[in-house]
């Protein structure tokens, strides 16, 4: 009845039973381990349990002082999303698997309400929303949590969009698409969030070509929600420029084939196969079908660019992302195939025959390719069966034929799902965590204020006498192992700067932080500098004896402050712009967006009174 009727109790129990969906295959997979690999995506938990430890301290959430010396904030959205505040407390074997499960269910519930939103039915949309919330790409990103994120709310700024688009009234919409183009950025999935974005801005300029009407309102409003994602976005890009630079690696070739086997798989492609044997003007694969192949173009060639920030981008650390735009032209296109066999299965006689025929072609193409034989004969498998019960419509009753093709679809997609988490590639980029955090352990004073903690020596912190200049290009480390050379390379060190040692030279560590550290350097009748092997990053700054002194690093990212004769009192600073300016930002572009909201209310309701 929940897939049949046509109120709005049942879409709304169409969409609880997706949800129950996803959420019963998660839990099948943890119950029997094929999920166990959540414990290994180690990026996002151990950063959140750096938070906690710097949190139960008075620490400022932005930097790991005992651990990897890199800022917490390595996507600058780990703090501004609250679930993943569930993470780091001890029990992440429980929270990743769950926290996964729930925005799977998120994705397959969102994913629904826009299909319908498109004008698909109520039960095309049901198994095409499970197919984008389920399957084999959604269980490839495994170990992404964050991307997996993004992709569950991906659908709601489209939605949006597309009900601005054809609403002439209803400027509240308008208000809505920046904070609601946040939300995927928020959660740290970069890559789709970005994706997401791209596919709005080309659609918009689209709608505005074609409607010279709404030409002004609709780049008005473009303008305005660019302003404010940027204002709401603004911890994440000022992080970005602030973080430190690491080793960027080559990417490998990408695997075409075995990207489209994870995206496509045998379900969608022969729905979407289904809705093009007869071809229609004004149907959604005009406009879906370009959005797939340029999807493909990107998703292949973007790895390949060289990253333009400090470390490696974020399509080179998730480029399973970079299929979102064709993972969801197939989901639109498949529920329009469905629909179209449904509403006139006669005239789809011939063209099951030829899917039927296509079906058996599969797997000796794969094998011709060089791609997974077992996984394609498989899939092969599969088309032969959907092709098998679309002939059988009629035996079976429209009815029929509707729940057992809606049941062999969960089923499949169910099975893909725990068949790619048992095999996907977790912990993308581990993080350290805070040991002194853990264990309860006090931080000493702030510079400038004596502690009474005694004076330490450090390993981490060197005196050293015999340095270089270094001529890395653009400041950047090179592409070398850190080992220890004879002479240590300094980028920027002034020719004039002349070393003379001393062999009783020394350093003591007496404060330090997640913003600050302090040392004391006896360097005697020597010159040289102070090496603090810790990661170096654009928001340190440097005080010799109360005076600000320039911070150098060397050509594998430490941080190395000259010094001359005598005792020195050195203390360091983070004030990265994530802290001066990200905050600010963010809250000047949700007072920005609230007003707007605010404004487009008035005037609606103005409007209806008058």
Known sequence: ?????????????????????????????????????????????????????????????????????????????????????????????????????????????????????????????????????????????????????????????????????????????????????????????????????????????????????????MFATGTASAAVLLLLTAPIWLCQADAPGVPVDLPPPPDLLGALQRVAGPLLPFFTALGLMRHQRHTPAERWLPIGLLGIGIAVLLPLVPSPFAGPAPWQETPEALWWPLHLALVVLGASGLDDFLDQPLRRRAATVWLLVASASIAPLGFLLGADTHRFHVEATVLLALSLLFTCWRWLGILGFKTVLAAAAVCWLATSTLQEQAGATRTPRPVAALPSAQTGLKTPAMPGIESAAPRRSDPRAHIVFAMTRSYAPLGLPILLPRVKKPRLAVIGLPDDFVCLADENARVQRVADGSTYEEFVAELGNGQGALLIDETFARGWCAFVDGQSHALLRTDDGARVILLGKGTHRVAMFYRPMVATLGMRFAALGLLIALAFMLACAVRTLHSDKN
């Not at 890559?191 to 300029?205: E, K, M, P, R, S």
């Open 1 to 217: 009845m929940s897939l049949y009727g046509s109120g709005r109790r049942e879409g709304v129990i169409a969409a609880i039973a997706l949800a129950c969906v996803a959420m019963l295959v998660h839990t099948l997979g943890s119950m029997t381990g094929l999920s166990d690999g959540y414990e290994g995506d180690q990026t996002l938990a151990s950063g959140m349990a750096t938070a906690h430890g710097l949190a139960a301290i008075g620490e400022p959430l932005l930097w790991d002082p005992m651990g990897s010396g890199a800022p917490l904030w390595t996507r600058g959205a780990e703090l501004l999303y609250p679930p993943w505040w569930l993470l780091g407390r001890g029990q992440d074997a429980y929270w990743l698997p769950l926290l996964a499960a729930l925005h799977s269910a998120l994705a397959c519930a969102l994913g629904f309400r826009f299909l319908r939103a498109q004008g698909r039915s109520r039960y095309a949309a049901f198994v095409a929303g499970a197919a984008y919330g389920l399957g084999a790409h959604m269980g490839s990103l495994s170990g992404h949590l964050a991307e997996v994120a993004a992709i569950a709310w991906a659908p709601l700024p489209i939605e949006v969009f597309l009900r601005y688009a054809r609403s002439e009234r209803n400027r509240m919409l308008g208000a809505c698409l920046a904070p609601t183009l946040a939300l995927p950025f928020i959660t740290g999935g970069t890559v789709t969030a970005t994706c997401v974005t791209a596919t709005i801005v080309l659609w918009l300029v689209r709608r505005a070509l074609h409607d010279p009407s709404r030409r002004m309102s």
